[in-house]
């Protein structure tokens, strides 16, 4: 019997702590480069990319993760001049940004006040369009020569933002010592959150403590439709993930349309919840009626005994069908009071008392669908609320 040797495939380099030391160190001596790509950091009010944090990559694949090069350059010479060259980078590639944007750099705390990170920050004329954004999950330690450092590079016009706030090191003690202008609200905190109300409770705790701060608190890691409304809901600022996009080789304002209209319903909410536009999902399912009279998909996926807006040739809504029943629509438009709309809710006959209302342009032209039972709560939660006139015996 003849047993086939097959020789065993050797690992690549890059994929060993050893390996990556190797990288980086090439990167330092500049026999190799690492490159860039941009995150968007998006204003929930707005719709808009008003940012964009420069992410190092080491390999092809742009989403492998920078953290295993980091971790490998630790308590070795070159931890320093590795991130003195990647805020170079990060600082000559300002002039391609969108006008008005700024750019977000990481760098670990500890290696701020280093004579290399903070040359590199020389070469970079007037920051007024940078964020510092200090990363760590360990001990920031040097607290005299980083809030020097700090000092400095803020007298130059540089804001600083706390990373990972939540978990390891990055706490309200580095809030307080640091006073940053924006800090960022740990992924591992916003995962499940529209079912967790500890994390909601948590996330409400400290974007109060930013709001009265005059800090900007920002959500990261958002990934779905459902954990950015929440936070649109609650009133954050800012938030980055990827349900704007992977991050990108170059920086781009471009916030795709719905989303855009999306975030600026869901910001509606927070300054008029007595109003429709509060209330409005604009990613409610419909489909528009082509001339063939055949039912085109458009918005949402449609899933059976989903209610789904009918919609003539010019976006009209036409009925509303459940199932293969149709049922007539009753409009809405965004500055529409809520008790009113939901007082004639409750007109229709019982069978159609709790269907979506259909939130129509100034045109009829349709923008998304009302939950009757979204406007209910937000008249139970206004009855809870305490008036100036009522008098406790």
């Not at 998006?42 to 080491?58: K, M, S, Y």
């Not at 006073?179 to 740990?186: A, F, G, H, Q, S």
């Not at 938030?239 to 996009?245: C, K, P």
Request: glycine content about 8%.
């Amino acid at each position: 019997m003849v047993t086939a040797v097959v020789p065993a495939v050797p690992r690549p380099r890059a994929a060993t702590r050893a390996g990556r030391r190797d990288d980086v160190h090439a990167i330092v001596l500049g026999t190799r480069t690492a490159r860039l790509v941009y995150q968007p950091l998006v204003d929930l009010h707005r719709g808009t990319a008003v940012g964009f944090e420069a992410l190092a990559r080491f390999t092809p694949r742009t989403s492998t993760s920078p953290g295993p090069w980091f971790a490998a350059a630790v308590d070795t010479p070159d931890a320093a001049p590795l991130e003195a060259v990647l805020v170079a980078a990060a600082l000559e590639g300002r002039s391609a940004l969108p006008l008005g944007c700024y750019v977000s750099i990481n760098v670990t705390p500890a290696l701020l006040s280093s004579r290399e990170v903070l040359r590199a920050f020389g070469t970079g004329g007037d920051l007024s369009d940078v964020v510092v954004e200090l990363t760590e999950h360990a001990r920031f330690g040097h607290g005299g020569e980083l809030a020097q450092a700090v000092t400095a590079l803020r007298q130059r016009g540089a804001r600083f933002a706390l990373d990972d706030v939540g978990v390891g090191w990055a706490g309200l003690k580095q809030v307080v010592d640091l006073r940053p202008e924006i800090v960022k609200l740990d992924r591992s905190l916003v995962v499940d959150a529209p079912r967790d109300p500890v994390r909601q409770a948590i996330a409400q705790m400290l974007l109060d403590l930013c709001s009265r701060l005059g800090i900007d608190l920002l959500v990261e890691g958002v990934e779905t439709y459902e954990e950015l409304d929440l936070f649109a809901r609650m009133g954050v600022p800012l938030a980055q993930g990827f349900v704007f996009g992977q991050p990108q080789p170059v920086a781009r304002q471009l916030i795709d349309d719905d989303l855009a209209v999306r975030l600026k319903f869901r910001a509606g909410l927070v300054r008029h919840r007595d109003k429709i536009a509060g209330h409005v999902d604009v990613a409610g399912a419909s489909v528009r009626v082509g001339d063939s009279g055949t039912l085109q998909p458009r918005g949402a996926a449609v899933e059976e005994m989903q209610p789904v807006v009918l919609l003539d040739g010019t976006g009209r809504p036409v009925a509303l069908a459940v199932g293969e029943v149709q049922h007539p629509v009753m409009t809405v438009s965004v500055a529409e009071d809520v008790a009113g709309a939901a007082q004639r809710a409750m007109t229709r006959p019982a069978t159609e008392r709790f269907l979506p209302l259909v939130c129509v342009d100034r045109a009829g032209r349709y923008v998304g669908v009302v939950a009757v039972e979204s406007l209910v709560l937000a008249l139970a939660d206004g009855a809870a609320e305490p008036h100036s006139e009522v008098r406790l015996p």
